[in-house]
């Protein structure tokens, strides 16, 4: 029997292949695996779409490590077999070829407010969850946050791969800037 690979929501043989979505096949609020050259997939949450790439949000099962810019769902609101920690500070470009299976979906109203939070915009909502703010580097989630921001650069697409502006998440400049706590 092959040896597992441990990704945040599904295990995935090794030697697994697992099909990229199609081109334009891709929508915001997908919540989907991302595949990486090496290591096991991580998940993420579509936020935004252009030809050929999406900009996604890292996601994982680590909910009780949530800040104030992440946001917890759950089963019933995401589709995921558990909760769901979605990272509201932490995204990537992405390729459409790295993208593969639906895990589970939200609306789009819920992206645009997942979004808000992760740019210190919106804290005043309370139906998704969250945690407690980082106040210094000696919260262990400091360096927790950090480790999530290396993980999600196995899947990002460099900025020459990519060319759309993040102008309605409020984001700006260029595709393939990561961003982390």
């Known amino acids: 029997m092959p040896e597992e690979e441990r990704g945040p929501l599904v295990q995935l043989p090794r030697s697994a292949r697992v099909d990229p979505v199609p081109e334009g096949d891709a929508r915001v609020g997908q919540i989907r695996l991302a595949l990486p050259d090496r290591g096991p997939a991580v998940t993420v949450l579509i936020i935004e779409v252009d ?4 900009r996604g949000l890292l996601c994982g099962e680590d909910w009780p490590l949530a800040t104030e810019t992440d946001a917890v769902l759950e089963p019933w609101q995401s589709g995921c077999p558990g909760r769901l920690l979605v990272h509201g500070d932490v ?3 992405i390729l459409n070829r790295r993208l ?6 939200i609306t789009p109203e ?3 407010r997942i979004v808000l939070r992760g740019l210190h915009r919106d804290f005043d909502t309370h139906d998704l969850g969250r945690g407690r703010p980082i106040l210094d580097r000696d919260d262990p989630r400091w360096e927790w946050k950090l480790e999530q921001l290396t993980r999600v650069r196995g899947v990002r697409a460099r900025a020459s791969e990519v060319g759309f502006t993040l102008h309605e998440s409020g984001r700006g400049g260029r595709g393939g800037r990561d961003s982390a706590a």
């Open 51 to 54: 030809d050929g790439s999406v």
């Open 110 to 112: 819920i992206v645009e």
């Open 100 to 105: 593969s299976r639906v895990l589970g979906a």
């Open 91 to 93: 995204s990537a470009a």
